[in-house]
């Protein structure tokens, strides 16, 4: 392989500029080419392409957010968009792309794949709701933001005797929630993965009260999607003052942790290897530690458990 894209897709995640930087730092020191695609599917639809060298870059690493910019491309989910985005790789003499993002941006790049664009994804979602990887590029710095945030929010809670719910992203995974619900002593975890009664929220908060607690968190992710509501709920059935907060976009971005930007790094590194290889319509991802690949149509079946235990746990030893 002598020529290949990089593009970032979906939405922006910490991380995603350092797996930019090894996927071209890996590609020159295999004597590639490599080209940025910008502003995701969208440049390959357009042409938006630019030659990156290893200055290109620099000074990335310990950046939020994606040089290359994102995007969500409606065109690429035609055909016709697709076949475009091949034209625009032929013209460019474009043999393979690395495409980081989602699940929805691996369908694209399946597509593409089997239009004879090779094509490797890498896991750049907070969400870490990809199935077969254990984590995905920004979900360690995204769990670090909201847990200061909300360290930040028991602290006013604290102050003032109140209860806070704190809405958290996830999309329709509970993982930051359950994360983070655990790291911040939240008395409950609101997720659409395991069933919940508000009453049991309410006679948790309530048995505490009695033992002398003042002051509660209770962390929902965002698929649950009525942290106003159960906030509205617990004060009226508790007694308690109680506010909702919905933590929002902030969890996108900020400089990446070290775990993104080295996980970034090595799958960004796996992903080159592979396409030096003429090995496309790969997934790359860890499990158990071990960056490993698997194809994009297994990846895209595969379902994710969502850790009970943990749960389990979060819930025994909060009060
Ligand atoms: P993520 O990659 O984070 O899951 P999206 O679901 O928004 O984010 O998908 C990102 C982009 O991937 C879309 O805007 C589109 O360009 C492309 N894409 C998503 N779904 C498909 C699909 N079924 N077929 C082709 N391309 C798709
Ligand atoms: O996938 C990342 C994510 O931040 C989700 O947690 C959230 O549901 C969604 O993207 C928000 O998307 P948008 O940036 O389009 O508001």
């Given at each position: 392989m002598k020529k290949i894209g990089v593009l970032t897709s979906g939405g922006d995640a910490p991380g995603m500029n350092a797996a930019v930087r090894a996927v071209v730092r890996a590609a020159l020191q295999k004597n590639m080419e490599v080209v940025g695609i910008y502003r995701g599917y969208n440049g390959l639809i357009n042409g938006d392409i630019r030659p990156l060298d290893a200055t290109s870059v620099s000074d990335i690493i310990q950046r939020g957010g994606t040089m290359l910019y994102?995007?969500?491309?409606l065109e690429f989910k035609e055909?016709?968009?697709?076949l475009k985005a091949k034209e625009t790789c032929l013209k460019n003499g474009i043999d393979g792309i690395v495409?980081?993002?989602g699940d929805g941006s691996f369908r694209g790049a399946a597509d593409l794949s089997?239009?004879?664009?090779l094509c490797v994804g890498l896991p750049g979602t907070i969400d870490n709701d990809i199935a077969m990887t254990e984590y995905t590029i920004g979900y360690d710095t995204a769990m670090n933001t909201a847990m200061e945030l909300i360290d930040k929010l028991i602290d006013t809670a604290c102050?003032?005797?109140?209860?806070?719910?704190?809405e958290v992203m996830g999309r329709r995974a509970g993982y930051i929630a359950l994360n983070t619900g655990i790291a911040c002593g939240a008395t409950a975890i609101i997720t659409t993965e395991m069933p919940y009664d508000i009453n049991d929220v309410v006679k948790k908060i309530e048995a505490s009260k009695k033992i002398g607690k003042n002051h509660f968190i209770v962390v929902v992710s965002e698929g649950v999607g009525n942290?106003?509501?159960?906030?509205?709920?617990?004060?009226?059935?508790c007694n308690i003052d109680c506010r909702a907060t919905i933590l929002g976009h902030v969890q996108r971005g900020g400089a990446p942790t070290l775990r993104d930007r080295v996980e970034a790094s090595r799958m960004g590194y796996y992903a080159v290897d592979l396409l030096e290889k003429g090995?496309?319509?790969?997934?790359?991802?860890?499990?158990?530690g071990d960056v490993i690949d698997v194809d994009i149509h297994e990846a895209l079946s595969m379902t994710k458990e969502f850790p009970k235990d943990l749960y389990k746990i979060a819930n025994e030893i909060s009060i």
């Open positions: 994102t995007a969500r491309c055909k016709a968009g697709v495409v980081i993002g089997a239009e004879g664009i102050s003032h005797d109140r209860c806070s719910v704190v942290s106003q509501k159960i906030a509205e709920e617990i004060q009226a059935h090995i496309g319509n790969r997934v790359v991802g860890l499990q158990h």
